[in-house]
């Protein structure tokens, strides 16, 4: 089936997908990991059970943000603009509990003093379930919001203080006296600290930004390619079979010859030449692009290859150039199938008849040709004998020749034994059979006598 190159909205439709199902994902391990930690806060809190309640109350804010978000993610209210209201309201209100909520509600101690506690690695979590989204507008903007509302927060606890002290007071060379008094007094802000701190995670966020941006391309590129090269294979399939197409394409165009057992099933239609004259050359190519549609359905179905249309004739390969162990049983199935379609529907409102060959044995497969141009074809004996059998059909009454080198794969009990036949080259002849039928189970009829060339 012909498929179409993916263009630039089908693209955007796929890392819109891949945007939602990482964002799913990461509210649902934060989810889990709000849980751990509400468990810690409490067990080890458990002398001030007031502490330990304010600290549930703001993990479920964080929560409730998660789960609505959750929600909100591919329903109707859902726009590109939530996700950067989630992370900003997530921000925002760490940042407030910073500002406000004191260490210890029991000292009396600047709020900046929070600053120095391990509180500034909860904006990398931040950035992390921006991550997850792969997309690196939303890890940026996760970066600078978080940037402003350490910053914001920052402003905000040193507002009132009266006095304070930072790295310049503490000087370049300072004694150690002098390091503690102004290091540890509670007043002591590290302004430069915090815008530190503030563009270490923009710095870090640009480059995970940039990381995605360079993921998201290689994505990209590789989705061009594979659609091209299915473009490709769909195109060059029309001419050479699909999988035929495939192997060339990953083969660079050529397909060394190769020797190996396969299953060869050759068939035609019957009275060809007297169909033509009766329905006219229009008519008979309507008939059989009809036919060679549903032949070629059924040989693909059943994992053979066809390697030509000649005329009326198809010639159909199963084992090459796609290896299958049960390249037999699956001519004998494709075989079976295309002798009851002919028996139950017309083809562009014509009824046919078809003559089947089918015969196992080595053959040559491979690229042919010359001028510039290359066609992948099989030689041997065993196809000039799936020939020979189908125009034995016309001889013996049947609409299915098989050999028996094909048959000895298979249960004896599907088939009628029709006689031997004698091959050139061969010092023993071969078994003929063709589909049974209720009561004639390997009933023979006699040798045959017919020589293959």
Known sequence: ???????????????????????RLAIKGRLVALILMGVWLVASRSGDPLRAIEYLIALGVFAGFGIIHYRIIGSSYDRNWIKYLFIALDIGFLSLLIATQPVFDNVDLPQAVIFRTPIFPFYFIILGVAAFSFSPGLVLWAGICGAAGWLGAFLYAIRDMTQTYDWQDI????????????FFSPDFIGAWSRVQEALALVIVAILIGLVMWRARHTVRRQIEAEQERSAISDIFGQYVPPAVAE?????????????REATILF?????????????GPKGIVEVLNAYFDAVSQIITRH??????????????????PVEDDDHAGCAIRAAREINDLVHQRDFAGIRIQTRIGICTGTVIAGSVGGG?????????????????????NKELGTDVLISGTTTKYLATDNFRKIGQMD???????????????????????????????
Do not use: C, W
């Open 1 to 23: 089936m012909q498929q179409t190159v993916m263009g630039k909205p089908e693209q955007k439709a796929i890392f819109h997908e891949a945007e939602q199902k990482g964002l």
């Open 171 to 182: 000087g370049t060379s300072p004694d150690t006296q002098t390091f503690v008094t102004y």
């Open 247 to 259: 192997v060339l394409i990953s083969k660079r165009g050529t397909l060394s010859p190769i020797e």
């Open 267 to 279: 068939a035609d239609v019957a009275d060809f030449t007297k169909l033509t004259e009766t329905i």
């Open 303 to 320: 994992h053979g290859v066809i390697t030509q249309f000649q005329g009326d004739a198809v010639l159909a390969t199963f084992n090459v």
């Open 372 to 392: 510039g141009r290359q066609s992948y074809t099989v030689h041997g004996d065993t196809v000039n004998l799936a020939a020979r059998l189908e125009v034995m």
């Open 423 to 453: 091959v050139r080259g061969l010092s023993e002849p071969i078994d003929l059979f063709t589909f049974a039928a209720a009561g004639e189970l390997n009933v023979p009829t006699g040798n045959v006598p017919a020589t293959a060339s």
